[in-house]
């Protein structure tokens, strides 16, 4: 009985200090706050259209580096004091290009340049973003649209998306840039060897379709997600409707995910195709949407990787050839869609603009299936590019009940591609909870979604700010790396160059 009675004693003791250890540790580290309440807080203005397009912040030095399109520059501002920003001497690309990305790891400025000539190959600079000066430069791929460093910080990768000429004439490959910013070797890799897949993909969703083009020809990179331990990164084919994941440590592409087509016929992907019928309205429509992402992100939650994307959709309309073109263009197959629908009527999908190049399933010179550029979405992929989660028309019904002055664009553009959600970023708090902010381009706004469980987002607000225009670039920071202490959200406004900050209170 006496032993027992010592342990009970010893035991009670032990819960007692645990428990008491416990509280003094609270007392000194407070539970970190996951709550979410985005407040507007200042505008930096960068200049006129397209003066602010992409922004990257550096922790180090509390600057923000901003690519300005419009003084073919980089815009620099010290954001110490967010509520008065301190315009900093800019970094000039004249002799260089045209900027279009850039991206920050621990003091140093990647900035992927095209060429004055964007056919021809273009660069990826290298500064200190203590005092801006040149450390190094890379020659990648032809039009460098997106450059993005590794969470380890020793590989960055360039997004080339080699467009063609206006005629048509030149269509230079598009690739990927993988630079060793260790041996500061550069490994461009091309799609030539899937090539030989273009049929099995194309079958599945991918599109291939310049004229006279090979698949490598006419695949077009455009934006970039790196996976956390950094061994992979996948890369956004807008145009070709498809991801491709690249192996970074083999510095190979592994594979290519056609991401295939949403039904705007089915419950809750309703959407509103007419910018002439006089009413905001989400109805069914027989018409497929092409997802073609543009912004991707790829985020870990509780150990899982999961890729998101912006569909925005995006056409090619050139001197020497176009795509587009509206449905009441089309000959519709008489069986897929009866004329006592009157489908063509511009009042119905007659205004929805739609591609030439898909459709006629069984090649006898009409169109069986009407194909509509973006996704009007964000989506939740595995790494693999296997849907987990859409938002359907989530995008459309909360702007549509809260905002409907600005439902696309105040429904000028219903008939394209809706609010074109573009650039997004998460927030992670804490690992407790992760914050998704999605730009919609056309409707000068920011939805707000909660992803903690991605298969289940759950809308939470809508950001905006009175004169910024067509928000580009989306950028969160996290409240432990913030100026101000406290989460930070950047938008970068490419019509209106203006940079908007807000502040999680």
């Known amino acids: 009985m006496k032993l027992l009675s010592k342990l009970f004693l010893a035991l009670l003791l032990t819960i007692t200090f645990s428990c008491d250890k416990n509280d003094d540790d609270e007392s000194k580290n407070p539970p970190v706050s996951t709550k979410v309440n985005f407040q507007y807080k200042a505008t ?14 550096d922790p180090i030095s509390n600057k923000i ?16 004091n967010i509520n008065a920003p301190v315009e900093e001497t800019p970094i000039s690309l004249a002799a260089y290009g045209s900027p279009n990305s850039v991206d920050i790891n621990n003091g140093r400025l990647a900035i992927a340049v095209e060429d004055h000539n964007k056919q021809n190959p273009g660069k990826i600079l290298l500064y200190n973003t203590e005092n ?44 990927v840039s993988i630079i060793d910013l260790e041996t500061f070797e550069v490994t461009t890799l091309n799609f030539q060897n899937f090539n030989y897949l273009e049929t099995a993909l194309k079958n599945q969703g991918f599109r291939v379709f310049g004229p006279n083009a090979t698949l490598a020809q006419d695949v077009e990179p455009e934006y970039i997600a790196v996976s956390e331990d950094s061994k992979i990164a996948w890369v956004a084919l807008q145009e070709n409707n498809g991801i491709a994941k690249i192996d970074l440590v083999g510095k190979s592409i592994a594979a290519i995910f056609p991401l295939g087509f949403k039904d705007y016929n089915t419950a809750g ?89 898909l459709g006629d399933t069984d090649e006898d010179g009409d169109i069986d299936v009407i194909y509509s550029y973006g996704a009007r979405s964000f989506t939740v992929w595995s790494p693999n590019a296997n849907l987990i989660y859409d938002s359907g028309n989530s995008i459309a019904t909360e702007t549509l009940a809260t905002t ?39 409707n000068d706004q920011v939805m707000v979604y909660d992803i903690t469980v991605p298969s289940a987002p759950v809308f939470l607000s809508i950001l905006s700010h009175e004169g910024d225009e067509a928000p580009e670039g989306i950028l969160a920071i996290t409240a432990e790396n913030s100026p101000t202490g406290k989460a930070l959200l950047v938008v970068s406004n490419e019509d209106s160059g203006t940079i908007s900050f807000y502040e999680n209170n």
């Open 44 to 57: 930096i203005k960068a200049g006129g259209k397209g003066a602010s397009e992409i922004t990257a912040f």
């Open 65 to 80: 580096f901003v690519v300005n399109v419009e003084s073919q520059q980089i815009s620099v501002f010290n954001i110490t």
């Open 132 to 175: 801006n000066l040149l450390i190094n430069q890379f020659t990648v791929g032809s039009l460098p649209d997106m450059v993005k460093f590794t969470k380890n910080g020793k590989q960055l990768i360039s997004a080339n998306e080699g467009e063609p000429n206006d005629s048509y004439t030149v269509d230079p490959l598009g690739t």
């Open 269 to 357: 992907n309703e959407i509103d195709a007419s910018d002439k019928d006089d009413v905001k309205e989400l109805k069914k429509w027989p018409v497929k949407g092409m997802y073609q992402p543009d912004g991707i992100v790829a985020v870990t939650i509780n150990g899982m990787e999961y890729l998101i994307s912006a569909n925005e959709g995006d056409s090619r309309d050139y001197s020497g050839f176009s795509e587009e073109t509206r449905v009441a263009e089309l000959t519709l197959d008489p069986t897929a869609f009866p004329e006592s629908f009157d489908y063509q009527n511009n009042v119905n999908l007659g205004r929805l603009k739609t591609t030439n190049t």
């Open 404 to 442: 409907p002055n600005r439902f696309n664009d105040d429904d000028n553009r219903s008939d394209d591609k809706g609010a074109e959600p573009e650039g997004l970023d998460v927030l992670n708090i804490n690992n407790e909870r992760y914050i998704l902010f999605v730009g919609l381009e056309r």
